[in-house]
């Protein structure tokens, strides 16, 4: 089973801040998903691919990395963007998700 | 407008059965990778099994979690999914989602499972 690391698991920006959560595999990755929830609400798909925005994303939201070591960046935090983030890979069964990241706004 | 609508959930005994039914609108079902994910405080997400479309035979993959007592299903007729659960345990109690993916990747809003006596 691949494992994902997420890190950190909680965190609070303020608004305009830069933001960055990373999610290291325990082995190398085709790609790295990203999914945005918030409280009450399922999983929205957010990133996919590892760096392609969901319709309706936001251009502030980015996604990079490869084989083991994947990262999410907000360039400029709004109040909307406050929720939990995770990360997910679809390229071994069992599928995975980290553990995610409570993202607050300061 | 894309919606994917699950029922069944509620409480149950444990070592009973049951049905949990992913009824979905406004997207190519057949084509769809068709899973089921729950989320518990305890566990956090995870996929527990996934039904693939006819053109790769429907075939079906399971999380070692529940392989053997949960059972997944498609009706692409009825656009709809089904997650048969039986001799549930109390760690089964999580909100069930319904996720349907190909190059879309749409959720239900989730029904809730209580396994308790």
């Known amino acids: 089973e691949i494992v994902l690391t997420q890190s950190p698991t909680t965190m609070a920006a303020s608004p305009g801040e830069k933001v960055t959560i990373t999610c290291r595999a325990s082995?190398?990755?085709?790609?790295m998903y990203w999914y945005q929830q918030k409280s009450g609400a399922s999983p929205k798909a957010w990133i996919y691919?590892?760096?392609k925005l969901a319709s309706g994303v936001p251009d502030r939201f980015s996604g990079s990395g490869s084989g083991t070591s994947y990262s999410f960046t907000i360039s400029s935090m709004e109040t909307e963007d406050a929720a939990t983030y995770y990360c997910?890979?679809?390229?071994?069964?069992?599928?995975?998700f980290g553990s995610g990241t409570k993202l607050e706004i300061k | 407008e894309v919606q994917l609508m699950e029922t069944g959930g509620g409480l149950v005994q444990p070592g009973k059965s049951l049905k949990l039914t992913c009824a979905t609108s406004?997207?190519?079902?057949?084509?769809?990778?068709m899973s089921w994910v729950r989320q518990s405080p305890e566990k956090g997400l995870e996929w527990i099994a996934r039904?693939?479309?006819?053109?790769?035979?429907?075939?079906?993959e399971y999380a070692e979690s529940v392989k053997g007592r949960f059972t997944i299903s498609r009706d692409d007729s009825k656009s709809s999914i089904y997650l048969q659960m039986n001799s549930v345990k109390e760690e089964d109690t999580a909100t069930y989602y319904c996720r349907g993916a190909y190059d879309f990747d749409y959720w239900g809003q989730g029904v809730m499972v209580t396994v308790s006596s």
């Open positions: 691919e590892t760096s």
């Open positions: 406004g997207f190519t079902f057949s084509i769809a990778w």
């Open positions: 997910h890979q679809w390229s071994s069964i069992p599928l995975t």
């Open positions: 039904i693939k479309p006819k053109s790769i035979n429907y075939a079906t």
């Open positions: 082995t190398s990755v085709s790609h």
